[in-house]
């Protein structure tokens, strides 16, 4: 198992390290392939993402990534999009679950979710032309990658409530009909019970009703603002990680950026990134992943916890902790 | 001063009779022109709006709106995506703020924001094709109608905090730098304090720090998912009302739709489409909208509530509760 791992930038840099610490300790073996990629990279040799980075990626199995900062140039590739699109990571699930001891801004803790969104397509097709006085993106929708899209989110469904919404936006978008008609069949062949909801009342019911939901499955940039959003039921960015799933590779990373508001300041809470290797362990299969539950649980209850969830612990005694416990 | 007043389907029946009644309690000089469109009116006709009705609306000075339902027929146009591009209703006007005695979803009550939904364009510009394969949609920004919606969101600025916060996606959609560039711009050429924000973090800063913020503009369906998420944060859609302004015409809508699940019940909220009257009424700039404020405190104290709020009055009960203190 050959796992590329990209600290990237700010934050990125001081939880990567913590969330390699806690991988560590589970003793499994793992070749692990470090690269410089993002911002600095960027000031360094004017390439935020060579294609010598690309093919080193390539010959792992999988990336553990913090985050980077976006280059000012718009011409240079975005690092992430790069290899979402080059490993063809086309599933972005992102858990939404309470952890002990925290509370969200809804003051509640009865759900448990996980967005799925399609990570290819959509808003992020890289098709558009920039004028001075026009610009326009073209947002696409495929009946393959809603297939594949749909299919990856039933067979969670199967292995959880087997309930699945469907968010879109057919009432304007009719292109959203091909989403929405492929992931209703999908649903139907697999047996799995589904509803769909508006991309806009979809915002509101996730934090009225956020119990309501299993499996929410949707398009790339409705994915995006929704699963942000869900961080806040859960208490904190720092606190929500993220799978990239494809055939052949996985990439695992915390939803939050590189925020370079705190960066540098040993302050960043490394749960998210932490939480991300755990979606690595439960994605190679390994059955010990659930201790990284156990441990979160433990310095949660200790209140061995970061500034942004009221304490006063810094990224690596957090870390420390975790690691220790595991 | 005409006023179309076109009820709609589902709840929309329901509700804005009863707006209409606070309205005349103002005994103000209106002449009224009632409009059957939508849903209904497409089973009985084939279509949910025709150039008639428009040539009547262009007539009005002003329309009241309600809600209608979609009709399944995606070739039907959109009643009110024709009126607000028939109408050029470029601004979408969304305050967000909480009322007295009622609690949203965080719990809080520091906030008093609007959010300025750009309407005309984005991804709402109608231009897509639709495949069984492929399809897309083009989303659309030009300079003019950023300039416009900036100006507007300046406009408000100046009245209030002198705060504008610019949400785009432009680390993606590198066609969202020119609604950024023209934001910025027009914002320090009106002296307006400004930063902006990714759509994704607004999303989430919303919901976590929504005090921060004073006037929120943005482009169309970013506008139309962020105003419904905030609904939560008031504590119902029933509560939160719109305004659709162009240079000539300007529209008055709850944010809230037909919701045909509680239709026919009489137990919808009324007090969004009474405040859309409190806002037909500020944009006509009479002195005496705020009396409507006051008589939804009245309500509010004495706890003449419609179901989604916890009580068990009707719709009609409370209309006429804040009817008969204007
Ligand atoms: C950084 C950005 C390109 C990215 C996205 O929009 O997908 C991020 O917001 C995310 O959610 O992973
Ligand atoms: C009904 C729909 C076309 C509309 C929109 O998307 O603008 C609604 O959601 C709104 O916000 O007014």
Known sequence: MKLAVIEGDGIGREVIPVAVKVLDAFGLEFEKVPLELGYTQWERTGTAISSDDLEIIKGCDAVLFGAV?????????????????????????R?????????????????DFIIVRENTEGLYSGIEEIGSDISWTKRVVTRRSSERIAEYACKLAKKRKNKLTIVHKSNVLKSDKLFLDVCRQTASANSVEYEDMLVDSMAYNLMM?????????TTNLFGDILSDMCAALVGSLGLVPSANIGDKYAFFEPVHGSAPDIAGKGIANPLAAILSVKMLLEWMGEPRSQVIDEAITHVLQKKIITPDLGGTASTIEVGNAVAEYV
Do not use: M, Q, W
Request: proline fraction near 12%.
């Open 95 to 111: 858990p939404v679950k309470p952890l002990p001891c925290i509370i969200g801004v809804t003051g509640r803790n009865d759900f």
């Open 209 to 217: 009703h956020p119990e309501r939901y299993d499996i929410v499955v």
């Open 69 to 93: 900062t976006t280059v000012p140039d718009p011409n240079c590739k975005s690092v992430l999009l790069t290899i979402r699109k080059e490993l063809d990571l086309y599933a972005n699930v």
